[in-house]
């Protein structure tokens, strides 16, 4: 991949550069921009919250179950022709979502959302990898962990502020133009930087993947109403998954290379990243439901209470990239859980009482530490990897992090619905991510023993 690198017009890949990272903050933004308009959607469509949350909880899973083909996608066509189409089908799917009149129809366009921003995050992340030199790879991914962890921490305050003063249907109406404006940049100007290979997309495999995790995570919701048909989907779900598994090892030229988990620095700094996702994901999820059904607070004062997290998110973001070329992840990872830890006492003890001030300082807290572990563990995690592996260990690590991030949100709504009092519900799944904090930087510990193991 260095020899694009090389050759490629630095001009070009500044263009190209420019619009990957913008397309993929809407996109990823537009992940969490339901967040706190779901109360909202739920009263206005008369739907529950279990109900409603897959508004969010359905674009993170479409995005992970879609994720996989993009690896497909980037060697079998023009990377020209991916980024127009994925663009395409985003403008149409935000496009439905300004008309829509059910809450289905609204689940429609979201899905559709979803389906072209797993293959533009993918997109990203490989089209970044390889348009730059080797040697700036921490820089590079660090941009994208920025616009990865920034997008849908951001999402929640603005919507908040959409939602409060325009209505939570201008979400897709003043994204729209957006997407317009990129769509037509991008036909100007976006290259193409490399010849297409003859590959077989095999779409048994896009059917299973679909299939297994939408049953598996929708059981998670399923279970609230009955038991019987939960552990059912369950089952049936795992089942799908494990045949999608064995497949993906049969076949010459597989929809996913899941051979890659084997790979220990990959498997480990991956696990890494997909807790700090959930983490993420299931804090941001659960504050706005907190401060608006329980502190009775509208949808934008909810946001604002997100909106100081998400800019030191983004101000930490930009610079733990270089500080991983310079001194690599141990320091950064550690400290960074510490400081997860230590924002989780507030919310371990929330209730009717706690301050708004206090959330969104612990709530800041958490941000930070989040931005000092997600993109050293995200460029930790390929630094093992083989050149022309890098698209499918893309597609695999984005892939996982977007389905546990889905199974994250709507584990956190099942623990807090559990109890009769919402509180005890919302101190319970933030314990919830208490425990996941505390298996992220246990599954950083083995990786740090493997690395003095080879050291010495």
């Known amino acids: 991949m260095d020899t694009i690198a090389k050759t490629i017009d630095p001009k070009i890949r500044l263009i190209v550069t420019l619009l990957l990272l913008f397309t993929c903050f809407i996109s990823l933004a537009s992940q969490t921009m339901m967040v706190t308009a779901l109360p909202v959607i739920g009263h206005d469509m008369n739907v529950s ?200 090892l049969r076949l010459k030229q597989p929809m996913l290379k899941v051979q890659l988990v084997k790979n220990r620095p990959f498997r480990l700094m991956t696990l890494v990243g997909i807790c700090a996702f959930m983490v993420l994901l299931g804090t941001e999820q659960m504050l706005p439901i907190f401060t608006q059904n329980v502190l009775h607070l509208d949808s934008m004062v909810s946001g604002m209470i997100l909106l100081p997290g998400a800019i030191v998110n983004a101000l930490c973001a930009a610079l733990v990239g270089r500080l991983y070329d310079r001194y690599g992840p141990k320091y950064l990872i550690i400290s960074g859980g510490l400081l997860m830890l230590i924002a989780a006492i507030p919310f371990v003890m929330i209730s009717n009482t706690t301050p708004v001030w206090l959330l969104t300082v612990a709530y800041m807290v958490r941000m930070i530490g989040n931005a000092l572990v997600f993109s050293p563990a995200m460029s930790e995690a390929f630094i093992a990897i083989a050149p022309d592996e890098i698209s499918h260990a893309t597609a695999l690590n984005n892939s996982l992090r977007q389905a546990f991030g889905a199974s994250a949100i709507t584990i956190l709504i099942v623990l807090a619905d559990l109890p009769s009092n919402f509180i005890t519900g919302m101190r319970l799944s933030m314990w919830a991510t208490v425990f996941l904090v505390v298996l992220m930087l246990s599954f950083f510990g083995l990786y740090l023993r493997q690395s003095s193991r080879k050291d010495t």
Do not use: H
């Open 49 to 248: 919250l279990s109900l409603v949350q897959w508004l969010t909880t359905g674009y993170t899973l479409m995005m992970g179950v879609i994720t996989p083909l993009s690896s497909n996608l980037y060697e079998k066509f023009k990377k020209r022709n991916i980024f127009l189409s994925s663009l395409t089908l985003f403008v149409l799917g935000t496009l439905l979502g300004c008309f829509a009149t059910s809450f289905w129809m609204l689940l429609f366009a979201r899905l559709i959302q979803a389906c072209a921003g797993g293959v533009l995050m993918s997109f990203q992340m490989t089209t970044m990898i390889s348009i730059y030199p080797s040697e700036k790879r921490g820089t590079i991914l660090g941009l994208s962990g920025l616009v990865i962890a920034f997008g849908p921490a951001i999402g929640p305050t603005l919507s908040g502020l959409i939602v409060n003063t325009l209505g939570w249907r201008y979400i897709f109406i003043l994204v729209l133009p957006l997407m317009l404006f990129v769509l037509l940049v991008g036909w100007l100007a976006f290259p193409n930087f490399s010849e297409p290979k003859d590959i077989k997309i095999d779409f048994t495999s896009v059917t299973l993947s679909l299939i297994g995790s939408g049953l598996t995570l929708a059981s998670l919701t399923v279970f609230q109403t009955s038991a019987i048909q939960g552990w059912g989907m369950l089952f049936i779900g795992i089942l799908v998954l494990f045949i999608f598994i064995k497949r993906q």
